[in-house]
C-alpha cells in the first residue's frame, strides 16, 4: 500500500519507535510474533501458545488524548462557540497530499511487559526450544497502545477533503476522536482511509526482531554474526539438552542482551531484541503501482504532536 511507505515512517518519528497497526481494528497483544509485509505486521501466532508465561500491564493512567497530524488542516465551524444541546458542529478537514493523516485519540494506554528481563528470557527460551516455526524473517510485538476511541484518517490522493458532523463542541487537542460523543463523516471529495470514532482500537505496535549470534567458545570468532533460530536450536539439541537445562540471563548493557548456555558445555549464544527501523519496514513494500509516487519529507515541517503520554 503506497501510502504506508510514507506513513510509517513519519508516525515512527512522532511516537517513539511505534508503527501504525494496519488495520487498526486487528487484534495484537504483546507476545504476539508474525512478519512484516508490505509495510504492515501480519500475524501468525503467539509466544504464550507455546508456553512464553510473562505479565504485560497499562504503563501510562488517566484520560490522555494524543494527536498526530501531518499534512492535513482541520477547521472548526465558526458558530460552534454557543453549542446547545443537540446542536451539531461542522469539522473540515483538507488533505495537503497523498499520504497525509491525522490520529486524534483519546484515553490512550500504552501495554507493555512488567519486567523486561522476564519477558526476553521468556521469548529466549520459548524460540529456541519449543516447536514453535517462527520464520527467518519473524519480528515480536514487545508494546501496543490502544485507545478507547480513536478517529483516524489517511489521504489516498494528492487532493481531498473531508466533512464531519459532532454531537459535542470540538475543544482541545484529540477532539476528533468522539470520546464525548457521537462523529460522523457527512461528505467527502477524494479517497480516504478512515476509521471515524471508533471504540476500543489499536492504533501502534513496536516491533523488534530478534537477532540470535552463533554458538561461540574461546576459540570462535568473538564478534556477533546473525544466525537463524534453526541453527541455534541445532546446536542444543546436539547437546541433548531442554529448556529446563538452559542457563538463561539478561544482561542490559549498552545493547541489552540475553545470554543463553548448556552447564559444562562450552559456548554461548546471545539474542537480542531489535526494534525495527523505519528503513526495514519501507524495505517490505511492494514497489507503488504509481511509479509518479514518491515520498519527500521536509526537515522543517515533519508533523506535529500533542500529547499528554509520556514514552519511556
Known sequence: ????????????????????????TNQVEVGDYGVVRNG?????????????????????????????????DIKVNAGVGAHAPGQSAKVSLKSGGRG??????????????????????????????????FPK???????????????????????GSLELETSFKPAGDAFLSGASGKITTVASTGTF??????????????????KVSPPRGPDNNPGR??????????WIQEKRVGAA?????????????????IPGAPGM??????AMSAAEIVMTMEEAEDSSFEMEIEEEDFGEQQSGVAYG
Open 40 to 72: 504492515q505486521f501480519e500475524r501468525l501466532g503467539s509466544l504464550r501458545d507455546y508456553g512464553a508465561d510473562f505479565e504485560v500491564a497499562d504503563a501510562s493512567g488517566g484520560r490522555n488524548k494524543i494527536e498526530y497530524k501531518d499534512r492535513f
Open 245 to 261: 537445562q538452559l542457563r538463561i540471563s539478561y544482561q542490559e548493557n549498552v545493547t541489552p542482551v540475553t545470554v543463553i548456555s
Open 193 to 210: 482511509l478512515q476509521w471515524v470514532g471508533q471504540d476500543k482500537m489499536i492504533s501502534l505496535i513496536k516491533i523488534v526482531i530478534p
Open 137 to 159: 524473517n519473524g519480528v515480536l510485538i514487545t508494546e501496543v497502545q490502544f485507545a478507547d476511541k480513536a478517529t483516524i484518517i489517511v489521504s489516498d490522493q494528492d487532493n
Open 100 to 133: 497525509s493523516f491525522v490520529y486524534h485519540l483519546a484515553n490512550a494506554v500504552q501495554r507493555r511487559p512488567v519486567n523486561t528481563r522476564a519477558f526476553n528470557e521468556e521469548v529466549a527460551r520459548t524460540l529456541l526450544d519449543s516447536g514453535i516455526d
Open 269 to 274: 549464544i546471545t539474542m537480542e531484541l531489535e
Open 225 to 234: 554474526v546473525a544466525a537463524t533460530i534453526e541453527k541455534v536450536r541445532d
Open 1 to 24: 500500500m503506497t501510502v504506508l511507505r510514507y506513513l510509517q515512517p513519519r508516525i515512527k518519528e512522532m511516537s517513539n519507535g511505534m508503527f501504525a497497526n494496519w488495520m487498526p
